[in-house]
């Protein structure tokens, strides 16, 4: 599966963003999709999962109440809507994708397998 992050750019601290995710070529239907950032020098990081249905999501700690991910598996997108943006959350946004029929929210790196190239989102003081 090919997946295309959008909707990164220029917002003041206190703003937000909505990031977009496509997917082509196979389904994410049955995959767990989720959304992890790298700011520079610094590791990969989770930030939102989500499951097949949409029903699951988890998040890490520090977006928790700002941050929401949600799935349209008709229109084969994952969407991260960001609130309250801060300095901090400055980053290159991935989705990604695990195998097909994954089970259990996961939130390290290593454990999707389809990546898109990322989205740039850098959050003025």
């Known amino acids: 599966v090919q997946l295309q992050a959008s909707g990164g750019g220029l917002v003041q601290a206190g703003g937000s963003l909505r990031l977009s995710c496509a997917a082509s070529?196979?389904?994410?239907?049955?995959?767990?999709m989720a959304w992890f950032r790298q700011a520079p020098a610094k590791e990969r990081e989770f930030v939102a999962g989500i499951g097949w249905s949409g029903e699951n999501t988890n998040y890490a700690d520090f977006v928790k109440g700002r941050f929401a991910i949600s799935r349209d598996n008709v229109k084969e997108t994952v969407t991260l809507q960001m609130n309250s943006l801060k300095p901090e959350d400055t980053a290159t946004y991935l989705c990604?994708?695990?195998?097909?029929?994954?089970?259990?929210?996961?939130?390290?790196?290593?454990?999707?397998?389809?990546w898109g190239q990322g989205t740039l989102v850098t959050v003025s003081s």
């Open positions: 990604a994708a695990r195998l097909p029929f994954a089970t259990g929210l996961a939130d390290r790196a290593d454990q999707y397998s389809s």
């Open positions: 070529g196979r389904t994410i239907s049955r995959r767990l």
